[in-house]
C-alpha cells in the first residue's frame, strides 16, 4: 500500500472559542507505526477524532490516502479503523453478535468466518456468548479492538489504548498491535506509557497546548527523548511566548 496515508496541513479544531488543536503539519506514510505524546489537553484525542472524521476541521486541510475528506470521507472512513474511550460495542449483545454486526456493516465477506477468527486472536473464546456488560475492562478493550479490525483497516487509529488495562492484557494488546503493524496497516496511538510506545512505534510526535513541538524517530533513545519531552511540555515560564514547533523539529 504505497503512498500517504495522512497528510495534514495548517489543521485546526476550535471549541466555543478555545483552540485544541493549532496549525498541525503532519504526514505520514503507508505502514509506519506512530505514538502521539503530550499532557492531558494536549490536543491528542481532539487530533484522532479528525482523522476518524467524527469531527470537522475548524481550519486548515486534511487528506487521508491521498484524497482530502471533503471529496472522499465516506470512502475514508471505510479504511480506517478507531479505537478510542469509547468501546462503540453495544452492551447487551456478545462479542460475537458484536462483530458480527459491525463486519455486516462494513460489508466484510465470508463475516462468520472473519468473526470467528478475530475472536480467536484476541483471545475472548471464552467469553464469546457473553453479554459484554458482564466482561471485564480488559476484555472490553480486546473486543473493542476486534470491532476497529473487523474491516481490516488500512489505517488503525488507537486513543489511549493500554489505559486501565493489566499487565498481561497490556502485554496482549501490545502484541497485537506490533502483528497488525508487520501485516502492513499504519498505526496512531495516543498513549501515555512510553514504554509500549517504544515498544510498538518507531516514531513519536509530541503535542503540548495544541501544537506539535516536536516529531522524530524514537527507536533506541528512550532516555534522551523522556527528557526532551518533559522540557518541550513543561508550561512556558513567559506566557507570552509561542512554541515555535519548527525550531523544534528533529529529523526522522
Request: proline residues 5%; positive net charge; charged residues 25%.
Amino acid at each position: 500500500m504505497p503512498g500517504t496515508v495522512i497528510e495534514t496541513r495548517e489543521l485546526g479544531r476550535r471549541f466555543a472559542g478555545v483552540t485544541a488543536l493549532h496549525a498541525l503539519d503532519l504526514t505520514v506514510g503507508a505502514g509506519e507505526a506512530v505514538a502521539v505524546f503530550g499532557p492531558n489537553g494536549a490536543g491528542k484525542s481532539t487530533l484522532l477524532r479528525l482523522l476518524a472524521t467524527l469531527l470537522r476541521p475548524s481550519a486548515g486541510a486534511l487528506r487521508l490516502f491521498e484524497r482530502a475528506v471533503n471529496d472522499g470521507g465516506a470512502a475514508a472512513r471505510r479504511r480506517v479503523g478507531f479505537l478510542s474511550h469509547q468501546s462503540f460495542l453495544y452492551p447487551d449483545l456478545t462479542p460475537t453478535e458484536n462483530l458480527d454486526f459491525y463486519a455486516r456493516m462494513f460489508g466484510v465477506a465470508r463475516p462468520g468466518e472473519r468473526v470467528r477468527g478475530l475472536i480467536e486472536r484476541v483471545g475472548l473464546t471464552g467469553w464469546a456468548h457473553r453479554p459484554v456488560r458482564t466482561l471485564s475492562r480488559g476484555l472490553e478493550q480486546r473486543c473493542a479492538l476486534a470491532r476497529a479490525l473487523v474491516h481490516e483497516p488500512d489505517l488503525l487509529l488507537l486513543d489511549e489504548p493500554f489505559t486501565g488495562l493489566d499487565v498481561d492484557a497490556s502485554a496482549m494488546l501490545a502484541a497485537m498491535l506490533r502483528e497488525t503493524h508487520a501485516g502492513g496497516t499504519t498505526l496512531l496511538m495516543t498513549t501515555h506509557d512510553m514504554a509500549r510506545g517504544f515498544e510498538v512505534c518507531r516514531r513519536a510526535i509530541v503535542l503540548t497546548r495544541g501544537r506539535l513541538v516536536w516529531d522524530g524517530t524514537i527507536a533506541g533513545m528512550p532516555d534522551d527523548f523522556e527528557r526532551r519531552y518533559h522540557e518541550l511540555t513543561q508550561p512556558p515560564t513567559d506566557p507570552t511566548l509561542s512554541t515555535q514547533h519548527s525550531a523544534l523539529r528533529t529529523s526522522r
